[in-house]
């Protein structure tokens, strides 16, 4: 059974710009979360969707969207990129929504210069 | 808001130590996790609670749910170096609400 896919894994970009980051569940499962994850800061939830449906949503500013797509693939957006976002992304699935068994992928390092 | 303070935020132990790291919080969780994050990947889920005053254990690994359900400890026996990563605790609330410890940074020295 495959894992959860996160792609890219590595991107730089400079400030001002939009990144798109893509996360590819495990087969069957219908949520996916997003995290962001820096050093000072530990691990911070993004948003969560169950069925194309944002199901909750973090202390992030507008700035960061996401979206579920009906094959429960899921894309966060970034837009006009500060410094501050550089970070660790990683998303998660699961069978049902709110439960804590996730099942992580191995991230998306944005560097923001 | 919901907060959970871990401890401690790092350790350095020699291989072969037992080590033991908290969470605790001001508000209850009905179910504690604990996962573990080895350096360049995503988290791992080790150890789930789901019942007050619940020990659970896998391989060198225990954990429990604390009786007040305001917190919960893993342990791990006979450290080995690949035991090397950062663990969390995650509290989930009756709404289903995760909230994630700051993490314990792990170091062992063979």
């Known amino acids: 059974k495959a894992g959860v896919t996160q792609t890219p894994r590595y991107l730089i970009k400079t400030r001002g710009q939009q990144v798109t980051l893509s996360c590819s569940p495990i087969?069957?499962?219908?949520?996916v979360s997003w995290y962001q994850q820096t050093p000072g800061q530990g691990l911070q939830f993004l948003f969560e969707?169950?069925?194309?449906?944002?199901?909750n949503k973090g202390n992030f500013p507008g700035r960061f969207s996401g979206r579920q797509f009906s094959n429960s693939r899921s894309e966060m957006n970034v837009s006009t990129l500060e410094l501050g976002d550089s970070a660790l992304y990683l998303c998660?699935?699961?069978?049902?929504?709110?439960?804590?068994?996730?099942?992580f992928g191995e991230g998306s390092r944005l560097t923001v210069l | 808001g919901q907060q959970l303070n871990q401890s401690p935020q790092s350790m350095f132990i020699q291989e072969g130590e037992d080590v033991s790291m908290n969470c605790t919080s001001s508000?209850?969780?009905?179910?504690w996790l604990w996962y573990k994050q080895d350096p360049g990947e995503g988290p791992v889920l080790l150890i789930a609670?789901?019942?007050?005053?619940e020990l659970t254990s896998n391989g060198r690994l225990t954990a429990q749910f604390g009786i007040t359900r305001k917190d919960s400890f893993l342990n791990i026996s006979a450290s080995i170096p690949s035991d090397v990563g950062i663990y969390f605790c995650?509290?989930?609330?009756?709404?289903?609400?995760?909230?994630f410890g700051q993490g314990t940074t792990l170091q062992v020295k063979p």
């Open positions: 998660a699935s699961s069978l049902a929504e709110n439960t804590g068994e996730l099942f």
């Open positions: 087969s069957g499962h219908r949520s």
């Open positions: 969707y169950f069925s194309e449906t944002q199901r």
């Open positions: 508000s209850i969780f009905n179910t």
């Open positions: 609670l789901y019942k007050a005053g």
């Open positions: 995650v509290g989930s609330s009756n709404t289903g609400k995760l909230i």
